[in-house]
């Protein structure tokens, strides 16, 4: 069973899936890639794990950085995790290429990454916002592809000044 708790913001409806303990799913609405780690039956459930996204949420989107962690469990593969592992150590307010994500995978990995690669997972990634794939920009500092859309990129990356 997956849970889902659906919450307004600045950017749209957002949609909160948990697994009962874990935040394991954010979407803006009509995101790309929508729901795509979702593979049973969903539930509409008031849950603590929700009130606490919420309450992430609430401060978040008011421009000031949550103080505290969420129990998050992401699903896709080794790599993909590696990725997204990676966007969450980037400081609230600060942005990360592509290219610098493949230098330190590359590191990891002991072999040489590739930036697309790196944008494949970024762009799959199932929990947007809390694990902040919009702080990803391009070599030349564009703001490049965002699943939810370059406007929300945008407003998120404006929130965080």
């Given at each position: 069973?997956?849970?889902?708790?659906?919450?307004?913001?600045?950017?749209?409806?957002?949609?909160?899936?948990?697994?009962?303990?874990?935040?394991?799913?954010?979407?803006?609405?009509?995101?790309?890639?929508?729901?795509?780690?979702?593979?049973?039956?969903?539930?509409?459930?008031?849950?603590?794990?929700f009130e606490k996204a919420k309450k992430w949420l609430d401060i978040y989107f008011k421009g000031k950085e949550?103080?505290?962690?969420?129990?998050?469990?992401?699903?896709g593969s080794e790599f993909r995790k590696d990725v997204w592992k990676i966007l969450l150590?980037?400081?609230?307010?600060?942005?990360?290429?592509?290219?610098?994500?493949?230098?330190?995978?590359?590191?990891?990995?002991?072999?040489?990454?590739?930036?697309?690669?790196?944008?494949?997972?970024?762009?799959?990634?199932?929990?947007?916002?809390?694990?902040?794939?919009?702080?990803?920009?391009?070599?030349?500092?564009?703001?490049?592809?965002?699943?939810?859309?370059?406007?929300?990129?945008?407003?998120?990356?404006?929130?965080?000044?």
């Amino acid at each position: 069973m997956t849970y889902l708790c659906k919450v307004d913001s600045v950017v749209g409806k957002l949609y909160i899936t948990s697994d009962g303990s874990n935040i394991t799913g954010l979407w803006i609405q009509g995101q790309k890639y929508f729901e795509s780690t979702i593979h049973d039956e969903l539930k509409e459930a008031d849950l603590p794990i929700f009130e606490k996204a919420k309450k992430w949420l609430d401060i978040y989107f008011k421009g000031k950085e949550p103080k505290f962690n969420l129990a998050l469990k992401p699903e896709g593969s080794e790599f993909r995790k590696d990725v997204w592992k990676i966007l969450l150590n980037i400081p609230y307010g600060k942005t990360i290429t592509y290219g610098e994500i493949a230098n330190i995978l590359g590191k990891k990995y002991k072999k040489k990454m590739s930036a697309q690669a790196v944008g494949g997972a970024v762009g799959h990634n199932p929990i947007s916002i809390i694990i902040p794939c919009h702080r990803v920009i391009g070599a030349n500092g564009s703001l490049t592809g965002y699943a939810g859309g370059i406007d929300k990129k945008i407003k998120l990356l404006e929130l965080e000044k």
